[in-house]
């Protein structure tokens, strides 16, 4: 994970009222960020999905190795007053979840971009990427939902 | 159409998440249910809890006319103390509503029941009017009420109250009280949230001027998520989750009545329940750490079999785990018997424990 100094993370932030969208993620509808390293994609929710759930105290992760198609449910992430589904982004298989979310849940509030993370997903077609949306597109969409 | 309090534009202030509850337009949270429950749990919070019901019921027949309908004999009413919880049974000895009784003077009582019961309760009263010499008065949508609970409450606003709270046993209330110099109908030492606190009954007019004044000292709001949060660390019953038409109070475990009253509707079942045993009852149910919350409607199983049914859950940041309410059949009502939780279609170790999660402060 690559850690930004004070400088390069202002530049790489797009505020939309109380809600930081990252410059370098692609999203979607659902209010999951991806971030694309070379043929895998990690996976986790955005700022604004986090403070609408509000505190997060369980988080249901997929099965390391498990084929998912996009768009199916695969996650979930619960608070207090609801279970909101993951869905996955892209189709591919699961090769990595973040078990540090088992005994520390509210790190998807504290960090929804870096240590909030969820799960990662080797990609079975890039293409689908281009389906994703841009960050602009993202910051767009929430200043109309939010 | 949904109803508002008086409050409703003060909650939109404060940036709180608004939704449907029992017909009104209600803060669910501020800045989240958990954050506001340990801040009551440790400091002091406030409720708008102006949805519930405030019914009047008025007349020289008062006491003979309540006595038919309500579980415990209200003749043991006093002035200046809160009575119950009591209950209006249906036939079968099922919850109309849990109420708390005020007994104004021999002729004069307030009844304050759930939101959700409301209409359900005042059409209940009128039609059972028989003889007698009585009126049923709608007050719900005249005063607003608000609770402030929290270990600092009296701390924060005994010296801007005109009586001396300290003075006040648990469930007294005086009326005609200045606070803030605001003069309110009615505060009473009472509360759902198991911690010292008072609710206040005040005045449409008057009530966001109280409101103002409380959130000025620092007093922070709190919604109902966070309410249900605290209630269910009390063990508290919901009408709705835990108890409803269908559901007596000795399955509940819930003393709303008086056991040798001779004479109120539901009175029969109660009495055939003592002498017969019951065939379901609720429980406390502790999880494991590390396991979703379980939800009402969650099946409780014993080596696969269903036996019982969570019918309220919540994180209890006291706890720091899950938790729940629910009905089991009495045969394995045991504490401390290990069950698994079916939560959307997953099965989650918890045991058996009394309803009752934390020891009150009040």
Known sequence: MEIYDAGDYMNNVINVNDYTVLKDLLYTKQHEWVRVEDDTVTIGISDFAQKKLKEVVYVELPEVGREVGKDESIASVESVKSVEDIYAPVSGKIVEVNETLIDAPEKVNEDPYGEGWMFKIKLSDRNELNDLLKPEEYAEFIKKEG | MFFKTPLYEEHLKLKAHMDNFAGWIMPINYIGALREARNVRENCGVFDISHMSRIVVEGKDAIKFLNKLVAKDVI??????MFG?????????GFIDDIMLYKFSEERYMIVGNAINRFKDIDWLKNHIDEEVVNIYDYTEKLGML?????????????????????LKILEYRRNVEIFGINVFLVSRSGWTGEKGVE???NNDKIIDLW?????LGIKPAGLACRDVLRIEMGFCLYGNDIDEKTTPLEARYWVFDLYKEEYIGREKIWSQYINGIDRIRIGVRMKKKTPIPRHGSKIMVDGKI?????????????????GIGYIDTRHAINGLPIQVDIRGRKFDGKIVEPLFITPRW
Do not use: M, W
């Open chain 2, 76 to 81: 043991h009413a006093v002035e200046n103390r």
């Open chain 2, 212 to 216: 103002r004044k409380i959130i000025a």
């Open chain 2, 307 to 323: 036996v019982g049914e969570i019918t309220s859950g919540t994180h209890s940041p006291t706890l720091n785990r899950n938790i």
């Open chain 2, 85 to 93: 919880p009591t209950a209006l049974l249906n036939y079968n000895g």
């Open chain 2, 200 to 202: 206040i009954i005040c």
């Open chain 2, 147 to 167: 609770a402030i609970q929290g270990p600092r409450t009296f701390e924060l606003i005994g010296k801007h109250c005109g009586i001396d709270l300290d003075s």
